[in-house]
């Protein structure tokens, strides 16, 4: 473990190996980007924990994550401004590193 009881991340802030993830590890990593997990942030989390399972990676853009949820969730929280409410910045590669997950391949 690392700093903060953290598991070994790489310079970005994404876990090094995804088996190291709990729910714990996720709150501390939301909490660097001033992110308090709602249970529409777990819906979140949990999608994306099992579409890395189905697919063994993360979506690999921002647009194809909000096509998953979309397909997944539905039109209301499959839409950018919902996603970006949640996770600021680029939401697939927030919320990826929140969920323990490779970093999107595609995102900046």
Known sequence: MSIANLP??????????????TSVVAEKIAAED????????????EFLRDFYKA??????????FVKAVKDALGEQKGNSIYLMQLFPGTPAKTACKIAGLPRPTNCL
């Open 34 to 45: 001033q992110i308090e997990l709602s249970d529409n942030h777990w819906e979140i989390i």
């Open 8 to 21: 070994d991340r790489n310079n970005e802030g994404f876990l090094e190996n995804a088996n190291d993830w």
């Open 55 to 64: 697919h063994e990676m993360s979506p690999p853009s921002n647009r194809l």
